[in-house]
């Protein structure tokens, strides 16, 4: 299994960000999906998750804010980041079972 992120930069606060996680080598639509996410210093902190029934859940520090998604003809998984915090910045890794993606940094300045 791998897992390869992308869509991470640096924004303003109150802007968005699209990540998105590729999958291969696994039969992706069986799969549960999560982001989780670890700012520098901090331990790893549950952003959100996706089932195979496509059923989101979220972090409590993120709710109505991230939209989590998936599209199974693609093995991709995504994370909409809408209305973006200075405290939002970090590196966001996609999870898969216990397989994690190399990450992708997220960088929010006031």
């Known amino acids: 299994v791998q897992l390869v992120e992308s869509g991470g930069g640096s924004v303003q606060a109150g802007g968005s960000l699209r990540l998105s996680c590729e999958a291969s080598g696994v039969t992706f639509s069986t799969k549960s999906l999560a982001w989780l996410r670890q700012a520098p210093g901090k331990e790893l902190e549950f952003v959100a998750l996706?089932?195979?029934?496509?059923?989101?859940a979220y972090g409590d520090s993120v709710k109505g804010r991230f939209t989590i998604s998936r599209d199974n003809t693609k093995n991709t998984v995504f994370l909409q980041m809408n209305s973006l915090k200075r405290e939002d910045t970090a590196v966001y890794y996609c999870?898969?079972?216990?397989?994690r993606g190399q990450g992708t940094q997220v960088t929010v300045s006031s």
């Open positions: 999870f898969l079972d216990e397989v």
């Open positions: 996706i089932s195979q029934y496509n059923i989101p």
